[in-house]
């Protein structure tokens, strides 16, 4: 039976001992800018869209968060930015999307700015969005897919216990027109995660 998600109620507030998960606020637009500009050739090369452009305003980044905010209301995009708990610095984002909820499933995305990287940020954001969307979503599926050439992306599934199932071969294109071999992940449920202090918040 299907799931209508319009009646699904998700935290307003995640914490974990060193990171603040949240939906997107207008307020949130300059600090986006910031994280942007940092790492836009490293969005451009691996994920593509708005945050990839090299050249943006802070009127493009309220237009990503109202797009975020749609997204997040129809439940067709769900997506938190993130915050170092200890400076406080906007570190990147994770979220679910391709959202079907006929069956349901989803995939999971995540960003973190170039400052932050090598800190395992990466991985404790998808793995709070691994126990979300088991939690609060019911989803049945949950893939993390990414291109064969980006290992350190790969790697994240591993540690977090998703199934390897196969390489989708010329997949998606990237920015500048390559066609990237996708590595893909599941799971099908939160059983035995890495342990990590998790305070959701409605």
Do not use: C
């Amino acid at each position: 039976m299907a799931v209508n998600p319009l009646i699904l109620e998700l935290p307003r507030s995640i914490e974990t001992d060193r990171l603040i998960m949240r939906p997107w606020q207008q307020g949130d637009a300059q600090q986006l800018h910031k994280l942007q500009q940092e790492s836009w050739e490293q969005f451009n090369k691996w994920y593509g869209g708005t945050l990839a452009k090299e050249k943006t305003s802070k009127d493009d980044m309220k237009a990503y968060i109202n797009g975020a905010l749609s997204g997040w209301y129809d439940r067709s995009w769900i997506e938190f930015v993130t915050f170092e708990k200890e400076s406080g610095k906007m570190i990147g984002t994770a979220s679910l999307h391709h959202l079907d909820w006929s069956v349901p499933k989803g995939r999971i995305g995540y960003i973190v700015r170039n400052s932050a990287g090598g800190k395992g940020y990466a991985t404790e954001m998808a793995n709070v969005m691994t126990r979300l969307a088991f939690k609060f979503l019911d989803l049945k599926r949950l893939e993390i897919r990414a291109s064969i050439e980006n290992p350190a992306s790969n790697k994240i599934p591993r540690k977090l216990g998703y199934q390897f199932l196969t390489v989708f071969e010329k997949n998606k294109a990237s920015v500048n027109g390559d066609l990237w071999d996708l590595e893909i992940h599941v799971r099908f449920d939160a059983k035995d995660l890495p342990k990590i202090n998790i305070n959701w918040s409605e």
